[in-house]
């Protein structure tokens, strides 16, 4: 067990459909990553959140969007989706916002019907 | 840009056997590498990392890594593997800036037959 919490485990939704993914980092953990995986793609990073703030940004499509609250937990919005989104959509915690080891949750598979 | 390359998509050993997955990268500096491993409906686990020191790695669950900088390759061994191991392998490349900047590979499936 990580320590990373992810909600759902699965979600079968409709296109055009929204979604909220949910992540709950390690106890202590301030930043959390948002990583989608696809067969095609590979694991692709989307978005890292910092105690809070947007420090980095990846592969993120505009329709996607993230936050961090302020009890460090984080969701990642996923609007008009489409069918290309099915993926596997995996959150990761580390400790600060340098440090380089990384800590997953089991992730949400997503699939757009 | 950094990257990383697995050459085999998948793996067939038999148990028992020594297992070698190969990872090459590049990258302009020295950089940080890792090996993590996926089990079917889980998420990625830490195998091992190199940053500096001892080129040879030790990892968990009877894992070794050596980093080779003149082949640029951080080859993932094992003596022997065990059925659990199947499962699929990442190689990862990043540098001390943080986890967004890490790249991961297109994985290894490594599949054991009895």
New interface residues.
């Given amino acids: 067990d ?1 320590g ?1 919490t ?1 909600t759902p485990k699965h979600l079968i939704t409709a296109t055009g459909q929204r979604v909220t993914l949910r992540c709950s980092p390690r106890s202590g953990d301030l ?1 959390v ?1 948002w990583y989608q995986q696809s067969l095609d793609q ?2 692709q ?1 989307l978005i ?1 959140y910092y105690n809070g703030e947007e ?2 940004k ?1 592969n993120i499509l505009e329709r996607f969007s993230a936050q961090q609250f302020p009890d460090l937990h984080s969701e990642l919005n996923l609007s008009s989706l489409e069918l290309g989104d099915s993926a596997l959509y ?1 959150c ?1 915690s ?1 400790r600060t ?11 949400t598979r997503l699939t757009v019907v | 840009a950094q990257s990383v390359t697995q050459p085999d998509i998948h793996i067939t050993v038999s148990e028992g056997a020594s297992l070698e997955l190969r990872c090459n990268y590049s990258y302009g500096a020295t950089p ?1 590498l890792f090996w ?1 491993v996926q089990s079917p ?6 195998l091992l ?1 190199y ?1 500096s020191g001892d080129t040879l790695v030790q990892g968990i669950k009877g894992f070794e890594a050596e980093f080779k900088r003149s082949q640029s390759s951080f080859n993932l061994r094992k003596p022997s593997v065990h059925w659990s191991d199947a499962a699929e392998y ?1 190689c990862a490349v ?7 900047k ?1 790249t ?4 290894t499936k490594l599949q054991v037959i009895p």
Avoid at chain 1, 97 to 107: D, K, L, R, V
Avoid at chain 2, 41 to 46: I, P, R, S, T
């Fill in positions: 990580s990373v992810q930043s990553y590979g694991l990073f890292q420090r980095a990846g995996f990761a580390t916002g340098t440090n380089t080891e990384a800590f997953f949750g089991q992730g | 940080y993590y409906g889980q998420g990625l686990q830490l990392k940053f990442f990043g540098n001390s800036g943080g986890y967004q890490v991961f590979g297109t994985g």
